[in-house]
């Protein structure tokens, strides 16, 4: 167990819809991020955010949105569903600065069926 | 762009067997070196990190990598696998170039089967 904990641990929508994944990080670690593992595109990095702010952006497409809440948890946002986003969503946390920071602990991921 | 690559998709081998899995990188500046394994239905756990000193890294359930600095590689060993290792494994790189962020950028796997 890392620590960090997502939920739901499974979601299925139908095309068209809103879904949200929620993210609690690590006690103490100020970062968030979120990765897509699908079985066509791999592990890809989303987003990160960093005690509320976002500080970069990966292959995240129009649709899909994220924000960390002053409590540091933190909710992907995901609308107008297609079956090609399908896949499992990791959310991982890390500490605030030093050498540290520079290693990423994953939570559990949700997976997303999209039928 | 930058990108992570690991030669081998799957691997079969038996128990005692031993396993080297390759990773290579393009990436220019200096970087921090992930392998992340992967157990059937488990999320991602760090097997071993390398950030600086000793290229020759030893982390958990017996797996050790060696960073080739000159070759741009990050090749993960285990001298004998037993079936409990069969998961799939995922080399990662972090770029310590600012403008890159703190985001993993990851290899595309490799499943390894451990026949009992």
């Known amino acids: 167990d890392s620590g960090v904990t997502q939920t739901p641990k499974h979601l299925i929508t139908a095309t068209g819809q809103r879904v949200t994944l929620r993210c609690s990080p690590r006690?103490?670690?100020?970062?968030v991020y979120w990765y897509q593992q699908s079985l066509d595109q791999g592990l890809q990095f989303l987003i990160h955010?960093?005690?509320?702010?976002?500080?970069a952006k990966g292959n995240i497409l129009e649709r899909f949105s994220a924000q960390q809440f002053p409590d540091l948890h933190s909710e992907l946002n995901l609308s107008s569903l297609e079956l090609g986003d399908s896949a499992l969503y990791f959310c991982?946390?890390?500490?605030?600065?030093?050498?540290?920071?520079?290693?990423?602990?994953f939570g559990p991921g949700t997976r997303l069926t999209v039928l | 762009a930058q990108s992570v690559s690991q030669h081998n998709h799957h691997v079969i081998l038996s128990e005692a067997a031993s396993l080297e899995l390759g990773c290579n990188y393009s990436?220019?500046?200096?970087?921090?070196l992930f392998w992340y394994v992967q157990y059937p239905g488990q999320h991602l756990q760090l097997l071993l990190k390398?950030?600086?000193?000793?290229?020759l890294v030893k982390g958990i359930k017996g797996f050790e990598a060696e960073f080739i600095k000159s070759k741009f590689s990050f090749n993960l060993r285990k001298p004998s696998v037993q079936w409990s290792d069969t998961a799939e494994y995922f080399c990662?790189?972090?770029?310590?170039?600012?403008?890159?962020?703190?985001?993993?950028?990851f290899g595309g796997g490799t499943r390894v089967l451990v026949k009992p």
């Open positions: 991982a946390s890390s500490p605030p600065f030093g050498g540290a920071y520079n290693e990423q602990f």
């Open positions: 006690s103490g670690d100020l970062s």
């Open positions: 955010y960093y005690n509320g702010e976002e500080r």
């Open positions: 990436y220019g500046g200096t970087v921090n």
């Open positions: 390398y950030f600086s000193g000793d290229p």
């Open positions: 990662a790189v972090k770029s310590l170039i600012k403008a890159a962020g703190n985001k993993l950028t």
